[in-house]
């Protein structure tokens, strides 16, 4: 059966400072890999999709990149976080029309 | 962009009673998909409907998609602790959207024992 993990479950970090966070999924091939963020007020938002290895699109303009190393792996990145990216920031793959969430990692700027 | 609108907001019910919420969208909807959310946990998948007119049941939760494919109802039959969290409608656009879906604000279901 398919798996997704992120980690880490909860990070906090000042302004200015970087971030990685990491997405693998298991049990499946060639899955589309999302990033969302589910912030007070705003809702849950598609950040980045991706098809492929080295396939990424960006939904909004924003301080995060995404990259896509191996086919199951996917990280979201900024070089110096900003207040408003803390966040609970969601992994979601999809083969067919199914789509399903991991554990998410809440991430609090401070 | 897609919007969707969930009502209602928050509903506070008494354990073995029926509830409906319901999810409307301002475009016709390609995909209309259904989560669970437990505070600060990931979501997890209900249901997804594609076709106008198509229902689809698990359990004691029935959801289905209405023919112009513009609003989805989620019915909870006999209510039970276990069921409360905040569920989440999400739309597939499709074409170059596919995948890439849109979420209601949630409705938050509180069921009291």
């Known amino acids: 059966s398919q798996t997704i993990h992120q980690w880490p479950a909860t990070l906090v970090q000042p302004v200015g400072s970087p971030l990685s966070l990491e997405c693998t999924v298991e049990?499946?091939?060639?899955?589309?890999l999302y990033w969302y963020r589910q912030a007070a007020g705003r809702g849950l938002q598609l950040l980045f999709y991706s098809v492929g290895i080295g396939q990424i699109s960006s939904e909004v303009p924003q301080n995060l990149s995404a990259s896509r190393p191996q086919d199951r792996q996917f990280i979201l990145s900024s070089k110096k976080l900003l207040l408003s990216d803390s966040g609970f920031y969601l992994c979601?793959?999809?083969?067919?029309?199914?789509?399903?969430f991991g554990p998410g990692t809440r991430l609090t700027v401070t | 962009s897609q919007e969707l609108e969930q009502s209602p907001q928050s509903l506070i019910v008494q354990e073995g009673k029926n509830l409906t919420i319901n999810c409307t969208s301002s475009k016709t909807l390609y995909g209309l998909y259904w989560y669970k959310q437990k505070y600060g946990e990931g979501l997890i998948f209900l249901m997804m409907l594609q076709k106008g007119g198509e229902e689809k049941s698990h359990e004691k939760i029935t959801a289905k998609l209405d023919e112009k494919k513009q609003q989805s109802s989620l019915h909870i039959t006999a209510s039970q602790p276990s069921h409360a969290g905040i569920y989440l409608c999400g739309a597939d656009a499709g074409g170059t959207s596919y995948g890439k879906l849109t979420f209601g604000q949630g409705t938050i279901l509180t069921v009291h024992p």
């Open positions: 049990g499946t091939s060639n899955p589309n």
């Open positions: 979601a793959w999809s083969v067919t029309y199914e789509q399903y």
